[in-house]
């Protein structure tokens, strides 16, 4: 093979024109929410659609879900799915459903504020629950907010809640809406678990 086979003058006029051809080709640039083709082309790619939660007070009739929930969610604390529905029917606790499609996907339970308590009103959040398959669509974000504006709305000063002292996802939840450890519970649950106190201060 002469100098001039692969190395060689023609070698380099091939590589020259590959070079000016790339040159008169038109870029590409996939950025966010784009993705290139096989053919090279750009198809924009679907946003992932909002999914709209609906909140409202729980009702009689809703006392089925909160103990069906309750059980699936918390049945390894204690009978809560016995001491929950039985703390919404006696009228003590504020209790907020959320709805998506029409369908129960969670619930929040705060305390009720009695008009004779002196000031400054404390409130406990008793409770929140989300259906397992819904639980990365911040609907438990949306009832904590709610309960809170709630919460304000009747003159409270300070919330409080107890968590499972293992449960890091519920701590990493109440953390980001402000929430501050306090102090462990030893064997708060009637299972035996240990909690932690958190708190909120409202302005």
Same mark, same amino acid.
């Given at each position: ?152 709305? !009747? ?5 409080? !809640?107890?968590?499972?002292?293992? &449960? ?22 009637? &299972?035996?678990?240990?909690? !932690?106190?958190?708190?909120? &201060?409202?302005?």
């Amino acid at each position: 093979m002469s100098k001039r086979g692969r190395f060689g003058k023609y070698g380099e006029i091939k590589r020259i024109s590959r070079l000016q051809k790339a040159r008169t080709t038109s870029m590409h640039v996939v950025g966010v929410g784009t993705k290139a083709t096989k053919g090279g082309t750009i198809r924009k790619e679907k946003k992932p659609q909002r999914l709209h939660v609906e909140l409202r007070p729980a009702e009689a009739s809703d006392v089925e879900f909160i103990r069906n929930l309750t059980h699936r969610v918390f049945r390894q604390y204690g009978p809560y799915e016995q001491m929950l529905p039985q703390w919404f029917e006696s009228g003590i606790t504020l209790t907020l459903l959320a709805f998506m499609d029409s369908m129960p996907v969670g619930f929040a339970m705060l305390s009720r504020p009695e008009p004779t308590w002196v000031l400054p009103r404390i409130c406990e959040l008793l409770a929140i629950a989300v259906e397992p398959a819904k639980q990365r669509l911040h609907v438990a974000d949306l009832l904590l907010k709610n309960l809170e504006k709630t919460a304000g709305k !009747l003159k409270v000063k300070k919330l409080v !809640l107890h968590t499972a002292k293992q &449960n890091f996802p519920a701590q990493n939840l109440f953390r980001k809406h402000g929430f501050v450890p306090s102090e462990i519970k030893k064997s708060f649950y009637p &299972n035996g678990q240990d909690a !932690l106190l958190m708190y909120k &201060n409202l302005v």
